[in-house]
């Protein structure tokens, strides 16, 4: 599916081959068939599968073994990429996501309609992290509290809302302050600035609120 960047779909690799186009990068995220990159003047590239527009070119169903530019010509500091669907925020601190929008993952207002090219999350929010799970979307904001949105069947939002999908983002029922934030399949773990760890979504137990 193209997902090596090498500009070879189909010829897996057993030591690493260079990506194709000779950029320079500063991050990286890989989905589960899709690869989002920074470059160093900020503009994203994303290369793979491309079935649910996560490639957010533009051309839904094509997919790419080269990287290619995501529309829109905006600058990121950060990007993260899900199963399906790619977040990013800008340099403003502005969330955008493409692709799959199944479970509400894209945080627009609109579940059920996937995007081919990058659109804003609802809410006037500022992040400073952001983390793609595979079908839910989690950000901490300029002031230190934590959002999520998109699917809820275990707990993974932490909204204490078990069950609840969230087309828009929500505040997590922590109580704390997080620096840092990683999202899972059906999961969700954080750090608040002292080094202490929360998690929230199934163990033995489903947890609908992080859980320290």
């Known amino acids: 599916m193209?997902?090596?960047?090498?500009?070879?779909?189909?010829?897996?690799?057993d030591?690493?081959?260079a990506v194709h186009g000779g950029l320079a990068y500063s991050t990286v995220s890989t989905g589960l068939a899709a690869v989002c990159t920074?470059?160093?003047?900020?503009?994203?590239y994303c290369w793979g599968r491309n079935d649910r527009g996560q490639l957010g070119d533009g051309n839904v169903g094509e997919n790419r073994d080269t990287p290619g530019p995501v529309e829109g010509g905006l600058q990121y500091a950060a990007i993260t990429a899900g199963d399906k669907h790619a977040c990013a925020l800008t340099t403003a601190g502005k969330?955008?996501?493409?692709?799959?929008?199944?479970e509400s993952q894209l945080g627009d207002g609109n579940a059920g309609t996937d995007r081919d090219v990058p659109v804003p999350v609802e809410g006037d929010l500022e992040f400073i992290a952001i983390t793609a799970g595979d079908f839910h979307t989690?950000?901490?904001t300029a002031g230190h509290e934590t959002y999520c949105w998109g699917h809820n069947g275990y707990g993974q939002l932490g909204d204490g809302n078990l069950g609840v999908d969230r087309d828009a983002p929500v505040l997590v029922s922590a109580g704390v302050e997080f620096i840092a934030i990683n999202g899972g399949h059906i999961h969700t773990c954080a750090i608040t600035?002292?080094?202490?760890?929360?998690?929230?979504?199934?163990?033995?137990?489903d947890r609908s609120a992080m859980v320290r």
């Not at 600035?193 to 137990?205: L, P, R, V």
């Open 38 to 44: 920074l470059a160093l003047d900020g503009a994203a």
């Open 193 to 205: 600035s002292d080094g202490a760890a929360y998690a929230g979504a199934t163990t033995k137990e």
């Open 15 to 17: 030591t690493p081959e």
């Open 2 to 13: 193209g997902q090596l960047g090498d500009g070879n779909s189909g010829f897996d690799r």
């Open 95 to 102: 969330a955008y996501c493409w692709g799959m929008n199944d």
């Open 138 to 140: 989690c950000g901490i």
